[in-house]
């Protein structure tokens, strides 16, 4: 048997590791002896520690590891946290790539103009008064990461109803605030025909700029409508909305385009 501190030496794993993992019920020492709480451990357990340690890297938490050491034998569960754990850390490695993209694009920024806000100032913003639609819509307070969910919802009963759409989707948010788990939306696809169920949309004048590129982006193009509706002594006059030019199941997130519109009259 090793004692605790050689097991310590051969796992690379430090005594108060060790003491915490014993505590927990993760790895417990083989033996303890009585009269001095001196704790020892078999050989065979380096491999469990080995096991640990590896599955550490992996970045699943001491309590998911517990329940796969549990279950170590059932190569099917273990394949399948494994390539789950794949998929979470392939997406996280695919943002902060993006991440990274972006600071070099502001390092360069500010090494050349002095500020990283100057991408504002490229934003164009337009009026637009010549939108009219026959829409199908379904308003619900959702969370925003289903978004896409409802919306599919939607063009299911479309397709079900053989109706025909006339334009983009579109998104109108009637929330007061950001909420992103408790949002007020209504999805609305623009139809060739006028049915019992559609409605008239026509928001009148509004100011609208495009956004290319990801979601995560659109605050800067609200941000820019803002400014530029005060500065042009304009207010809301309804609430925004969007219209995706893009499908996001076929197209690269960098290359989305959104329209966002902010209905306005003079103040």
Known sequence: MLTIGEFSKISHLTLKTLRYYDEIGLL????????????????????????????????????????????????????????????????????????????????????????????????????????????????????????????????????????????????IFHSAEYEPDNYDVEMAIPLTTATNETRLFNPGLCAMATLIGSYDKLPSIHTKLHVWITEHNYKLNGAPFEVYQTDPYSTQEDNNITDVFFPIKYK
Not at 37 to 55: D, F, G, H, K, M
Not at 57 to 76: H, M, P, V
Request: charged share 25%; aromatic share 12%.
């Open 28 to 171: 417990k020492p083989a033996f303890v002896d009585a009269r001095n709480n001196y704790r020892y451990y078999n050989v065979p357990q380096l491999e469990t520690a080995l096991s640990i340690s590896r599955l550490k890297n992996y970045l699943f938490s001491l309590e998911e590891i517990k329940f796969i050491l549990t279950n170590w034998d059932d190569t099917e569960l273990l394949s399948s946290k494994l390539k789950t754990k794949q998929e979470i850390l392939t997406q996280q490695l695919t943002f902060y790539a993006s991440l990274l993209n972006e600071l070099k694009l502001d390092i360069h920024e500010l090494d050349k103009k002095g500020s990283i806000m100057g991408y504002l100032n490229e934003i164009e913003i337009k009026l637009v008064d010549h939108l009219q639609y026959d829409i199908l819509s379904q308003r619900k307070t959702i969370n925003t990461d289903d978004f896409l969910k409802h919306f599919n919802e939607l063009f299911s009963k479309i397709m079900f109803n053989n109706l025909l759409p006339s334009a983009k989707p579109l998104a």
